[in-house]
């Protein structure tokens, strides 16, 4: 999306084909331990895996509403950068140019990294649940300003709704990180995360699909209203009729037994 308006784009794209072999060139110099395997291990089948991560999320309190908390994110929050470049650079929009959109992108990931780094810094939550929460409503809250920005044409209030999406994803994923990877039993991790992983991700092309289409439709503002309200909407109803608050304290109540 950063390419639009410029020229000669095959000379640019070179920079990611560098970038990329500069990422490769630690592997050269760190020392990757081998691992015997045992004879006496069997190699587990992938489809009785899988229903085994299955099984434990959803036999788990909490832990399957925190799944279905962000697959619904992932796809109630996709249309924002679907669309973007469209909201930014359409006539039937906007209107402007592709330096504001870059801009607009940089914002966003300013506010990625700023989420970042304040999350990793300080531990704002001692609930990891409830980082989870806060950063979901507060993206869903973003993403609306952003569907208002987009109603009355303001450029402002579009770049404030971007950069504070980009701030609470950081925030309500490193919350999710963490009690997935503390609380979940280790001989269980692989394929929770596995199905955790899968899940959240498949709706992906599906939501791309849906924003291009209904943003035609019916229009954009009101395909990202739409999508963030119905999130929003459904956060609050794991959030005070599940055992999503107390997710945390479950899982570790069943490690304690478990030892």
Request: glycine content about 10%; some cysteine.
């Amino acid at each position: 999306m950063g390419l639009f308006g410029v020229e000669n784009v095959g000379n640019i794209l070179w920079i990611d084909a560098i970038t990329f072999i500069i990422a490769l060139l630690p592997i050269i110099f760190i020392s990757i331990p081998s691992i015997s395997k045992n004879d006496n291990e069997k190699e587990g089948d992938f489809l009785v895996e899988f229903k085994e991560g299955v099984n434990y999320i959803t036999k788990t309190d909490g832990l399957l509403s925190l799944l279905v908390a962000f697959t619904t994110a992932n796809f109630c929050g996709i249309p924002i950068f679907t669309l973007l470049p469209l909201i930014i650079i359409s006539p039937l929009y906007l209107n402007e140019n592709e330096g504001l959109l870059a801009i607009a992108m940089f914002i966003q990931a300013l506010g990625s990294i700023l989420g970042s780094i304040h999350i990793s810094k300080t531990k704002i939550f001692k609930n990891n649940a409830l980082g989870v929460f806060v950063g979901l409503f507060a993206l869903y809250v973003a993403n609306i300003v952003i569907g208002v920005g987009v109603i009355v044409n303001s450029l402002i209030a579009i770049f404030v709704g971007l950069f504070f999406t980009g701030y609470m994803i950081p925030v309500a994923n490193i919350s999710s990180q963490t009690i997935w990877q503390t609380s979940v039993p280790l001989e269980l991790q692989g394929r929770a995360y596995g199905v955790r992983r899968f899940v959240a991700q498949v709706l992906g092309p599906f939501s791309m699909i849906f924003a291009g289409y209904f943003g035609e439709v019916i229009g954009v503002a009101e395909v990202i209203l739409g999508t963030s309200i119905i999130g929003l909407a459904l956060l609050n109803y794991l959030w005070f009729y599940t055992k999503l608050p107390n997710v945390e304290r479950i899982l570790n109540e069943q490690l304690n037994v478990n030892d």
